[in-house]
């Protein structure tokens, strides 16, 4: 009988996140320097203006912006990539 492998898609999931924080956040510290300032290109997409919806007594407001950057991408392939080892 096989054992049950002891990786899940909620270990994975929370590794990539943490990776995308990293990689952010490195990307957003190397803006300003000259030889690093291409980890911080990328996109963003979402709503550019929160859609409003008033029910009366409660108004709910919803928006969402996700910006890639490259060093965000390099954060989430380190992430597969230990996951993967550990």
């Known amino acids: ?35 690093f300032a291409w980890l911080n290109y990328g996109q963003s ?8 919806l008033s029910l009366g007594v409660i108004v709910l407001t919803f928006g969402l912006t996700i910006k890639i950057t490259v060093a965000g991408i390099i954060g989430i392939i380190l992430a597969i990539l230990a996951y993967r080892w550990i």
Do not use: H, I, Q
Not at 6 to 34: C, H, I, P, Q, R
Not at 45 to 52: R, T
């Open 1 to 35: 009988m096989r054992m049950r492998d002891s990786k899940n898609g909620w270990t994975l999931f929370l590794m990539m996140m943490a990776g995308v924080v990293l990689g952010g956040l490195l990307g957003s510290l190397a803006e300003d320097t000259s030889g």
């Open 45 to 52: 997409f979402g709503l550019e203006n929160p859609v409003v």
